[in-house]
């Protein structure tokens, strides 16, 4: 997977004194907030992938003027779309796919670019609910046999966000992560950093 070029990040988020946060906190209640991004980070995969899912779902049939027998498919597509929040607001992302689909073993391979915005995208983590706006750029390399995902399937994120917690913590900060989603033992996986913090969490997930 080629690498991420890097982005400016809106108004250099992490050279401002809202990287530190913009209400007055103990570094115990920065790392609380940075502990519920990093379960953030994984409700928005959630969202990221049902985009990816649906898009790769449409290309699993080969096009109308395909020829029969004609052999693996090897093109690209655009897309475009907007899901809404768990807890309000929405998420848009638009981007591309390659992809190589070969309908005789039903083997799709697929590498997606592209780009991701919250505007006031909820979630409801421990009891809480975290507002967030920001943006980020993201890649995603997919591999299906039989329409089920065969190895390590990743996806990259950075970007920036701004976020606002019922608790009332709010930090505005850069982030750079990796999910991954790993059938042989079932977990999903996000390691990174956002605030100059890392993140780590694993939890289940059901490749079907």
């Known amino acids: 997977m080629s690498k991420i070029k890097p982005i400016l ?8 004194a809202a990287c530190s946060g913009t ?17 953030v980070a994984l ?7 049902e985009v990816v899912q649906m898009e790769l779902a449409a290309m699993t049939a080969p096009p109308a003027n395909a020829p029969p027998g004609g052999g693996p498919i090897v093109d690209q597509k655009t897309f475009s779309r907007t899901l809404p929040c768990p807890a309000g607001g929405e998420m848009s992302a638009a981007g591309s796919i390659d992809r190589t689909w070969d ?13 991701r915005s919250r505007t006031d995208c909820g979630f409801m983590i421990e009891g809480n609910v975290i507002t967030v706006n920001g943006s980020s750029m993201s890649e995603h390399d997919r591999r299906w046999v039989g329409g089920m995902p065969d190895g390590i399937q990743t996806s ?8 606002v ?18 059938p042989a033992t079932m977990t999903r996986t996000v390691d990174g950093n956002t605030c100059s913090r890392r993140v780590h969490r694993s939890t289940s997930w059901n490749p079907s």
């Open 9 to 16: 990040v809106l108004g250099a988020a992490c050279a401002l």
């Open 23 to 39: 209400t007055p906190g103990t570094s115990q209640s920065v790392d609380g907030l940075t502990e519920q991004m990093a379960a």
């Open 43 to 49: 409700e928005a995969d959630y969202l990221s992938e």
């Open 103 to 115: 309908p005789a073993t039903r083997t799709l391979e697929a590498a997606i670019t592209g780009d």
């Open 156 to 163: 990259h994120y950075m970007g920036s966000w701004h976020a």
């Open 165 to 182: 917690s019922t608790t009332g913590e709010e930090r505005q900060c850069s982030f750079e992560y990796t999910v991954v989603r790993d």
